[in-house]
């Protein structure tokens, strides 16, 4: 089943499916914060950095599968596959958009 993403995050899973920190990093705004595994990352370079340790520690494969509007966040449930522990997983991704960036996120079981 395909679901139809808003364009930052479409871009952001794109980025992620072919492990580009740094393409990640240019989905969010200057400021954006990333809260994943108990850990707050903020600003463009940390999360490039978060995502760069993410993608040279694990192999995985995400799949978005449902989308929904929650008090101003989209959230996105993705199905995870790979080399980490407890795989496989689904995750929300809980989502702040900035007109054509990711002004937040936070990414929970």
Request: hydrophobic content about 40%; overall charge negative; aromatic content about 12%.
């Amino acid at each position: 089943m395909s679901i139809e993403l808003p364009s930052p995050i479409a871009a952001y899973f794109s980025a992620d499916k072919k492990a580009n920190a740094h393409a990640i990093a240019e989905c969010f705004t200057q400021e954006a914060v990333v809260i994943d595994e108990g850990n707050t990352y903020t600003g463009r370079d940390a999360i490039r950095q978060w995502m760069a340790n993410a993608s040279t520690q694990y192999t995985y494969t995400v799949e978005p599968f449902t989308i929904v509007e929650d008090g101003g966040r989209t959230v996105v449930t993705s199905h995870l596959v790979g080399n980490f522990p407890g795989s496989p997983v689904d995750l929300r991704y809980f989502f702040v958009l900035d007109e054509d960036k990711i002004a937040e996120l936070e990414i929970v079981p």
